[in-house]
Each structure stands twice: as structure tokens, then as C-alpha cells.
């Protein structure tokens, strides 16, 4: 076998080595590889991805799957690879409720997203336990994503939600 045969074969065994490794270990090149990875994981979706956000170390995918939504957790491993942190955990909508949400954490990352039902609803607002604010008027096919980075994992949570309407007053409310 000459040298460029043997180059090439080389190169071809590190190649499917390498893929081999990476499906193995649930390691993607891509965000959105990872994301529908852990959904095929879970007999979940494929669900339309509505709005991504960055996090420190991966990012935060809100999705649609039916009348079902879910905040999927990629994390960024290995220089330029990604692997699904949480999984999507989607939760059926609740029509009847006028905000429908779900928080979760991560190490020191923190986050709370949900659905307006009610379209009067112009801005979520999120007290946490250390007396601080959260809020948003940004909206992504009705989704909402708040996120926040917590110092004391002891401290993560929060302790009521409000949801206003263009004029300021309070359309709901409700205390954890």
C-alpha cells in the first residue's frame, strides 16, 4: 500500500472513530442537533423552535410542539461541540389559565418561561426571593423566557408572578 493510500485510510478510521465517539457520548456540532437529539430521546416533537437565547456555556431553545410547549437546556462542551442539558420537558398548554409557565435551574443559572393566553397581556413580571424584579414585554409567539444567574443556590426561586395588560393594571397573579 503506498503512502496515500494509507493517508487516506487513516484519515477515514479517525473520521468514523470520531462520529462514532461523539453519537455514543450525545456530543453535536450544532445547538439545534443537540436540541432534537434529546427530543428524539424522549419520543418528543419534533417541535418548532421559537426563540434562542444565550446563556454563559450553551443556550435556552423555546418551543412549540402541537399544543404542547417546552424550554430545551443546550450546553456547550468540548470547544465547538453541544450536548443537551435538561431535557425538553414539554408541558401540554393550559388554555384555561391566562399565563401558563414553568421555571426551572441550572449550577447558578436560573429560568422561568411560559405562554400568554391571554393576548391582553403585555408584560410578566417575576419577584424573586431576594426582594429583586424581573420582567418582560417581549413576547415570541405568545412565549416568554426570563432569565437569571444566582449567587447562592439556596436563593433561586421566587416568590410571586404578575402579568400586566397595556394599561398597567394587574390581569394576573398568583403567589409561590
Known amino acids: 500500500m503506498n503512502r496515500n493510500r494509507k493517508l487516506l485510510r487513516n484519515v477515514v478510521l ?15 456540532f450544532s445547538p439545534i442537533s443537540a436540541h432534537e437529539s434529546s ?5 418528543y416533537g419534533p417541535s418548532e423552535i421559537v426563540h434562542i437565547e444565550d446563556f454563559d456555556g450553551g443556550k435556552y431553545l423555546l418551543c ?44 447558578n443559572n436560573s429560568v422561568f418561561w411560559g ?9 410578566v413580571e417575576l419577584l424573586l426571593e431576594d426582594g429583586s424584579k424581573l420582567e418582560t414585554t417581549e413576547f415570541y409567539e405568545d412565549l416568554f423566557l426570563l432569565t437569571w444567574k444566582t449567587t ?14 397595556s394599561e398597567g393594571k394587574v390581569v394576573f397573579e398568583e403567589e409561590y
Open 14 to 28: 479517525v473520521v468514523l472513530i470520531s462520529l462514532l465517539f461523539m453519537n455514543r457520548t450525545g456530543l453535536y
Open 115 to 123: 405562554i400568554r393566553n391571554d393576548k391582553s397581556i403585555t408584560k
Open 152 to 165: 447562592n443556590i439556596e436563593i433561586y426561586g421566587f416568590t410571586k408572578v404578575l402579568a400586566y395588560n
Open 64 to 107: 412549540k410542539y402541537d399544543n404542547w410547549i417546552s424550554c430545551n437546556v443546550v450546553e456547550h462542551r468540548l470547544f465547538i461541540l453541544w450536548s443537551h442539558g435538561q431535557s425538553p420537558f414539554g408541558r401540554e398548554n393550559d388554555l384555561i389559565q391566562k399565563l401558563y409557565y414553568s421555571w426551572g435551574n441550572m449550577e
Open 39 to 43: 427530543e428524539r430521546n424522549l419520543h
